[in-house]
Every structure is written in C-alpha cells, then in structure tokens.
C-alpha cells in the first residue's frame, strides 16, 4: 500500500469532495502504484482535509488526455492546456472513494514540516 500527501487548491478540494472531479493531473507521477492520496488543501486552509483512493493512473499526449476526462476534471479546459503547456505528456491519477476527515489535520501530524511542490511518500 503505498500512499502520497499531495497540495491540491481549495476549490479543487470541493470538487474532488462533491464528486465533480474525478481526475488528479500531475506532470508527473509517483514512482511507485498509489492507492490513496492524502489531500493537503493549500491557503488560506493550509490543512490535511481527506483522503481519496487511486483507481488507477493514465498517462498520454495532453489533448487525449483531456479528451478522455474532461466530464470530470473539474477544471477549465484552459487552466488544464496552461498547466501542461509545456509537457509532452499528461498523467492523472484516476480518483475512487473519498473521505472528507471531521477534524482537519495538520503536517506535523504527518511528520512534515512544510507542504509539498509535487507530493510527499507516507
């Protein structure tokens, strides 16, 4: 089981929590197979709201990507192309069960001191 801490923006939060995201686009992946991600919601929460199960990961050319997702990525199609402009390959981890935590956690209590840039292993 292997499980990472990824930084994800507030109102994407929402949408992962309200089931209208169903897609987690990195540029690029963890090396090992993910089946959870912890959910470090960014300011102005800066807390560790949740977890989602990993159904899978897919990766191809952006505009695939895109095709294939798009009912669910819970982003503009122009924020997904500024997010990848400058990769040839897209990546998303496919999103499954989501817990929302009733009490907000904090780094610390992952043994981390500040928020990652791409994601954390736990």
């Known amino acids: 089981m292997c499980k990472i801490l990824i930084s994800i923006k507030p109102e994407y939060v929402k949408k992962i929590f309200d089931g209208s995201k169903k897609f987690e686009y990195r540029t690029r992946l963890a090396k090992d197979n993910v089946d959870k991600i912890i959910i470090y919601c ?12 990993v159904i899978r990961t897919i990766s191809d050319k952006p505009e695939k990507i895109w095709n294939k997702t798009k009912k669910f990525s ?18 998303a981890y496919v999103l499954g069960d989501v817990k929302k935590y009733r009490k907000q956690k904090t780094l610390e209590d992952f043994g981390l001191k500040a928020a990652p840039q791409s994601f954390y292993y736990l």
């Open 42 to 53: 960014t300011a102005p929460i800066k807390k560790v709201v949740g977890e989602v199960d």
């Open 74 to 91: 819970g982003i503009l199609k122009e924020d997904f192309d500024t997010y990848f402009a400058k990769s040839k390959i897209a990546n």
